[in-house]
């Protein structure tokens, strides 16, 4: 997959859980592993924009493009 998701590299620096922050973003924490483990097909931007905002980060700190 040529884009990959770096919530967990964040989730690392912020001392958070993934159980924590599946509750402050307002989505199951299942969801937040399909996310994390790289196998979402789509993102809403209103989910990546609450992510951004709980982990105090841009979204470029949480997806970025594998060549």
Not at 32 to 49: D, I, S, Y
């Amino acid at each position: 997959m040529p884009i990959v998701v770096d919530v967990d590299v964040m989730l690392a620096r912020r001392k958070m859980s993934v159980g924590e922050l599946a509750e402050r973003v307002g989505i199951t924490p299942a969801n937040l592993a399909v996310l994390k483990n790289g196998r979402a097909k789509a993102v809403r931007f209103t989910t990546l924009e609450a992510l951004c905002e709980v982990l105090e980060c841009q979204p470029g700190d949480l997806l970025r493009r594998e060549v």
